[in-house]
Nanobody, 114 residues
């Protein structure tokens, strides 16, 4: 079965950085697009960043210039490097893969607060 496991979240002060990791199993990792979503309390889930199998990336406007998505196919892992974090980045972040249908990780909390 497909499994996605996120790590690297936590509490950080405004202006700080975090790197989220998502390790996939049960799939041919290199063949599929990956994404990071987030959902803040009272808000809809939104796509933050995505990366396709050939490496092209896309970002939502609010994180462009601050976040970077990357993948290491040898480690079956996708990363989200988050710099210059703001309180409005506080949310539960979810790893996602599209492999005929959508598969989701369990979600990991990122809190940006002083």
């Amino acid at each position: 079965q497909v499994q996605l496991v996120e790590s690297g979240g936590g509490l950080v002060q405004p202006g700080g950085s975090l790197r989220l990791s998502c390790v996939a199993s049960g799939i041919i990792f290199s063949a599929y697009a990956m994404g990071w979503y987030r959902q803040a309390p009272g808000k809809e889930r939104e796509l933050v960043a995505s990366i396709i199998s050939v490496g092209s990336t896309s970002y939502t406007v609010s994180v462009r210039g601050r976040f970077t998505i990357s993948r290491d196919n040898a480690k079956n892992t996708v990363y989200l490097q988050m710099n210059s974090l703001k309180p409005e980045d506080t949310a539960v972040y979810y790893c996602n893969i599209y492999a005929g249908s959508l598969y989701w990780g369990q979600g990991i909390q990122v809190t940006v607060s002083s």
